[in-house]
């Protein structure tokens, strides 16, 4: 069953088309990839998604609603959290407060009472880095940064998560237990859609790919087609390859 559809998304910034007709779905309880080249439009179609960026024409539909109009809150508030591409914690504050921040919000906004800091700590073990509570956002190393945005998406309870590069930053060993992490997301209820250029990564937890290609999907399909697809390995696997030699 579709959560989140994409109907003939079109961005235009003055004469620069950043997505052109952009159609895709996300379907509920499994992980979803958007994979494509830098530039290739994938933040603007979370900006899209997340009320951040208004399409030129085009719809979102999210749990069988348009919700093309709705400002980013009420889009919250219906289940849909996010993570940046560039880093968007509060660097002034403690790893903790930004989680207990988001809680603060999510449950204020439905008034409910408990302890944000008990919260706050359970997701941040969740995620691999309680150690690191009591440091100030802007100090820690960038992947835990990029954690600390998940533990604060997660805060608000989602029901359809963005992660926009969430890997970057990460060893092998923390990719591997993200990896993990997301998996038990989506067995616990929350649908994923996952920009990320860690092909292993994409390839090991994404039931399905979306591959966006100067603001154009050029290809749908499970793991197995898009790696085999002779228009996405020379639009984007190929070049992958050829960044990694």
């Not at 359970?122 to 820690?140: F, K, N, P, T």
């Not at 835990?144 to 969430?166: G, H, I, N």
Request: proline share 3%.
């Amino acid at each position: 069953m579709s959560l989140l559809r994409i109907d003939d998304i079109t961005v235009q910034f003055g004469g620069v088309t950043a997505i052109d007709q952009a159609s895709f779905e996300v379907e509920a309880g499994e992980i979803t990839g958007l994979i494509g080249p830098n530039g290739a439009g994938k933040t603007t179609c979370f900006n899209v998604i997340t009320g951040l960026q208004k399409p030129s024409a085009g719809k979102v539909v999210f749990d069988d609603h348009d919700v093309t109009r709705l400002p980013v809150n009420r889009r919250a508030r219906r289940g849909i959290g996010r993570t940046f591409q560039r880093l968007e914690a509060f660097g002034s504050l403690t790893v903790r407060d930004n989680v207990r921040t988001a809680l603060d919000i999510h449950h204020g906004a439905r008034g409910w009472r408990r302890s944000t800091a008990a919260g706050a700590d359970a997701l941040l073990e969740r995620v691999g880095i309680e150690q690191y509570a009591d440091h100030r956002a802007d100090s820690v190393p960038t992947g835990t940064a990029r954690l600390l945005e998940v533990a604060r998406a997660l805060a608000c309870e989602p029901r359809l998560l963005l992660l926009d590069e969430p890997s970057s930053g990460l060893d092998e060993a923390e990719t591997v237990a993200f990896g993990d992490l997301l998996r038990e997301l989506v067995e616990e209820g929350c649908s994923v859609l996952l920009v990320e250029h860690d092909m292993d990564l994409v390839m090991s937890v994404c039931t399905t790919l979306h591959v966006l290609d100067f603001g154009r999907i050029i290809a749908s399909g499970d793991p197995a087609t898009i790696r085999t697809d002779p228009v996405v390995q020379q639009a984007y696997l190929g070049y992958v390859e050829e960044e990694a030699s």
